[in-house]
């Protein structure tokens, strides 16, 4: 079954490989078992159940909550062959009756349903006397309360189950926490289940969190970074959206605006612009984007805070599912914190404590200095194995040079004390900076000792300040209300009896794309595909990324296929696609080689799956000069980096079992001797893999750098 498998994903789907897990899922799924599976947005979880689809002699019930993601499936299973069709509300009383007939004569593989829909009685009747192998579940965390999205509908999807005992049951979504994913098997009463859950990790995603201080100015640069590109902006509010698509507009952005508020004639127009890549860009309230599988949306904005890290996450999903560098911005303000508190407010008792315990893990997440997937993949249960990911504003940021801010500190620390710990970040600056504000005159705050010793740094500098001694445990933030209060390490720092080092300036880093499926292709002749994609596209009134998504388009650009036997070995090109489209894309490629062959100067490069033999890796270079006796400062000068970069190399060294003369680094360290021997009891309690484990645990007493030296330290001893 497996092998039949393997050849519907190459010759109906155009793909040479399964990615992780979607073979263990798919052959679960074959021997009729019912699963959970667990997938992150782009991770390929509709293939886990398509695939079997297809190979079931009976039909496969998928429901789905929106009707978007269902003409969106059906549309690009036609493409390739396959037959499925919908039953909702779109559809006119004609069409209706033709998809039902379809399905009661047997000639439907797949069909698309809202649960509302399934639990019609004329739906049952019409599926009573036919053979339904399975039904699967999409966005299965709607049914759980613990969900970010509940919809209590999905509660009677497990009764609908008991109508078709030969069927198998699975429930697939893309962001559940432990606690949702039990809470899915339970109520959707999976017999005898098996948990199947990937890796959270989207490598190809840039994460980039920033303060939120003029987001129309922060969005603007960020456009003019991206021109040409497909993103999603998300706002908070349907008054937000329309403010923000008047002023892009007016600066001649192509961008549409979508949210509850519209007419659906109009909402459903900015979708499907869109979707065709007519505009560039949707502005949008969170109503917009689920199950939408645009692959080449290159970044998404989040203009306003989120409610919570499940939408965060979904909403970011949507960017870079060809597997292709996308950049994620979030403008991350404290205003946007109130906004939130007071919506939640509204909701039922439990439902507020719910709600409020996913804002403060988002807060948490948003205020981190730490590497952000660490953080984002420990909130769904998985452990990052990585220090340094390269695709997060902080890991990108890692080897900044740290100075001493006690003093700025000390300034911030004693003004929060003066004002009686009522006042949140942006009240202390203006008292620092000498505002002359209604607020800081009327408070009576002109007449503080420390109104006015800050004008030495701007405001932006000092609210990036407050940040840092949030995260270094030397303020606490009310969530509610945001005020600041001094901790117990603070009161430290404020007597002197202790030093903190940090940044004065906040940096907000560009995005560089690193990505493994980065391809030196021709970007003329990727332009060129582009527009003879479009071409096609509108003619059959589909996506372009129907035709072909842009990582196919780029391999063609990479390796300019000569005949249809070379475009078989391009991904996203099976039978049915080359049939269809191979001999104009062909075309399309032979003409542009006769007009611009002055360009191709040497022979176009052939696909080849074979892996290339990696160079020495740099970590093992520099461990051996230190071992070969080299001091850290020479190995420092010779290769011009922090004292981080050198440390993070050694780390990665020790990991695999390897030792080092760690004895040139004990001299980098600040913490006393007690201190250190309370750090290594630490590490022996908890382990080494979370340095802020250890932070808080020793309250913030030893510092990060030297945590980071005496982790090295530590593992080299235990070899």
């Not at 009661?104 to 399934?118: D, F, S």
């Not at 202790?498 to 970007?523: L, R």
């Not at 990727?526 to 589909?542: C, P």
């Not at 002055?598 to 696909?607: A, G, L, Y």
Request: charge should be positive.
């Amino acid at each position: 079954m497996i092998k039949k498998a393997k050849t519907i994903l190459k010759e109906t789907f155009g793909y040479d490989d399964f990615r992780p897990l979607q073979q263990e899922v798919i052959e679960h799924i074959l021997k009729k078992q019912d699963a959970l599976v667990v997938m992150p947005t782009g991770g390929g979880k509709s293939l886990c159940y398509q695939i079997p689809a297809i190979i079931f002699k009976g039909l496969t019930i998928v429901v789905s909550p929106l009707i978007s993601l269902m003409k969106d499936q059906v549309e690009q299973l036609i493409e390739v062959g396959v037959s499925a069709v919908v039953l909702n509300s779109s559809l006119s009383p004609e069409d209706y009756q033709i998809n039902s007939e379809l399905i009661k004569n047997g000639k439907v593989k797949l069909l698309y349903v809202a649960p509302e829909t399934l639990m019609m009685d004329r739906t049952l009747e019409l599926l009573s006397n036919v053979n339904v192998n399975c039904i699967t579940v999409d966005e299965a965390h709607c049914i759980s309360e613990w969900g970010h999205d509940f919809r209590p509908e999905y509660r009677g999807i497990s009764k609908i189950r008991k109508l078709f005992n030969d069927s198998v049951l699975l429930g697939f979504t893309a962001t559940a926490t432990p606690q949702v994913q039990d809470d899915i098997i339970k109520n959707l009463a999976l017999n005898n289940s098996k948990k199947f859950v990937a890796s959270f990790d989207r490598k190809n995603l840039h994460l980039q969190i920033v303060p939120k201080r003029d987001p129309f100015s922060q969005t603007i640069n960020f456009l003019e970074q991206h021109k040409n590109e497909s993103g999603i902006i998300y706002c908070f509010s349907r008054r937000q959206v329309d403010e923000l698509y008047e002023e892009l507009s007016a600066r001649k952005y192509s961008v549409r605006p979508y949210h509850a508020g519209m007419p659906d004639a109009k909402r459903a127009k900015s979708q499907e612009l869109f979707i065709k890549d007519d505009i560039q860009i949707i502005i949008a309230t969170i109503a917009f984007g689920m199950g939408i599988n645009k692959p080449n949306v290159r970044f998404v904005i989040h203009y306003d805070l989120p409610k919570n890290i499940e939408s965060y996450y979904q909403e970011i999903g949507r960017a870079g599912r060809d597997g292709l560098p996308s950049h994620c911005l979030l403008l991350f303000g404290y205003g946007d914190i109130r906004k939130i508190n007071y919506f939640i407010d509204q909701k039922a008792e439990k439902e507020q404590r719910i709600a409020k315990m996913h804002l403060e893990s988002l807060v948490r997440f948003a205020e981190s200095y730490f590497c952000r997937r660490i953080q984002l993949l420990g909130y769904f249960g998985e452990s990052y194995l990585k220090d340094n990911c390269a695709m997060c504003d902080n890991c990108e940021n890692e080897d900044k040079e740290l100075i001493d801010i006690t003093v700025e500190a000390q300034k911030f620390l004693s003004c929060i004390k003066r004002t009686g710990e009522f006042f949140g970040a942006m009240h202390i600056v203006e008292i620092l900076r000498g505002s002359k504000s209604q607020k800081v005159i009327g408070k009576g705050h002109v007449s503080l000792s420390t109104y006015g010793i800050g004008s030495d740094h701007s405001k932006e500098e000092w609210l990036n300040l407050s940040n840092q001694f949030i995260q270094n445990n030397l303020i606490t933030k009310d969530l509610e209300f945001g005020s600041l209060k001094i901790t117990d390490l603070g009161y430290e720092v404020l007597k002197g009896n202790k030093k903190i080092k940090g940044t004065i300036q906040a940096v907000e880093i560009a995005f560089t794309p690193k990505s493994e499926t980065k391809f030196e292709y021709n970007n003329s002749l990727f332009e060129f595909l582009r527009t003879k994609r479009k071409e096609i596209a509108d003619k059959r009134n589909v996506p372009p990324y129907v035709i072909f998504p842009d990582k196919t388009l780029i391999e063609m650009a990479t390796y300019y296929p000569r005949s249809l036997a070379d475009m078989r070995n391009i991904h996203g090109v099976g039978e049915i696609k080359l049939k269809k489209f191979g001999h104009p894309f062909l075309k399309a490629l032979n003409d542009f080689y006769d007009d611009n062959k002055n360009i191709f100067k040497t022979k176009m490069p052939v696909k080849s799956h074979k892996k290339t033999i990696d160079k020495q890796k740099r970590y093992k270079i520099i461990a051996e000069a230190l071992n070969s006796g080299k001091s850290a400062e020479e190995i420092l000068r010779q290769y011009d980096f922090k004292l981080i970069t050198l440390v993070n190399h050694l780390y990665t060294f020790v990991k695999e079992g390897k030792s080092i003369d760690h004895k040139t680094l004990q001299k980098y360290i600040a913490a006393s001797a007690a201190e250190q021997k309370a750090v290594y009891k630490s590490f022996n309690k908890n382990g080494t893999f979370v340095l802020k484990t250890i932070f808080d645990q020793l309250n913030g007493k030893v510092s990060y750098e030297d945590l980071h030296i005496l982790r090295v330290c530590y593992l080299n001893e235990k070899l």
